[in-house]
């Protein structure tokens, strides 16, 4: 009987776990894992879920790993902005939370892995872009949709997406909107590392995890400050002119009405 309830407490702790939004571990190599676990709401920045990363990330700094994988559920890494905290910029409500994700990421002091195995558009994507490495799926679609909404990118995206499929590549995802399939990125000239199948993308990963876990770990750190510091000159720079076309272009009346018809598409779909 003991066994039988101790059994049964233990698949429930294992399913509050699997049900958490952010879940993170290290292993016994120094390789940490944050995997962005919001099954509902698809990985979007909600306040919530953004203090989630931010707290997640505070918490594998302070295990002091050699590396870490950053990973999202197997159909979308990450949906990017929230409705709720697109409309308050309409509103002229300032909301700069999603900005701390980008901060939080370049200025880890090991390096990132993305590990995208399902979509990621918009602040989704500039996740990625704020990472050292990236890996993409063929399956899945990749894209800064912005422009879809009527308002101008954020979170670094001006100046970071260029740096991870080019700076040709970037214009066009950002002035149209359009969603890449991995597939069509892996025939052109990007910076992503390896675009393979989604059931690849783990295993590589790992394999490339362990391969810096081997290194020493405090020449790991310096060379990670080292390589960062072009990314955060970068986003510095963004910043300055986000704000700025986020101010004019949330103003925009039809900027709420592109939004409001985005995400009324999304449920749509859902349905």
């Known amino acids: 009987m003991v066994c039988k309830i101790q059994a049964k407490k233990a698949c429930r702790q294992e399913r509050e776990i699997m049900t958490e939004k952010i879940i993170t571990r290290m292993d016994d190599n120094g390789i940490a894992y944050l995997k962005m676990n919001d099954i509902e709401e698809k990985n979007t920045f909600s306040d919530d879920f953004i203090a989630g990363i931010i707290k997640g990330l505070d918490k594998i700094t302070a295990m002091k790993p050699n590396v870490l994988i950053l990973s999202g559920l197997e159909d979308v890494f990450s949906g990017g902005a929230e409705k709720k905290n697109l409309i308050d910029l309409c509103n002229g409500k300032v909301h700069v939370k999603d900005l ?142 986000e704000d700025l076309m986020h101010k004019i272009s949330f103003a925009f009346p039809e900027t709420r009405e592109a939004v409001e018809e985005f995400y009324a598409g999304k449920e749509n779909k859902k349905k």
């Open 100 to 241: 701390l994700i980008s901060e939080k990421l370049i200025n880890t002091p090991f390096p990132v892995i993305a590990a995208m195995e399902g979509h990621a558009v918009g602040g989704g994507l500039v996740i990625a872009a704020c990472c050292d490495i990236v890996l993409a799926a063929r399956e899945s679609r990749y894209g800064a949709v912005f422009m879809l909404m009527g308002f101008t990118p954020g979170m670094g995206c001006t100046t970071l997406l260029s740096e991870l499929v080019g700076p040709f590549i970037a214009n066009e995802m950002m002035f149209t909107g359009k969603r890449f399939k991995g597939s069509e990125l892996a025939r052109k000239s990007t910076n992503i590392n390896y675009i393979l199948s989604k059931k690849e993308i783990i295993n590589k990963a790992e394999d490339i995890a362990w391969q810096i876990s081997e290194n020493n770990i405090k020449s790991i750190y310096l060379l990670k400050n080292t390589l960062s510091a072009k990314k955060k000159k970068l986003l510095i720079e963004a910043r300055q002119q």
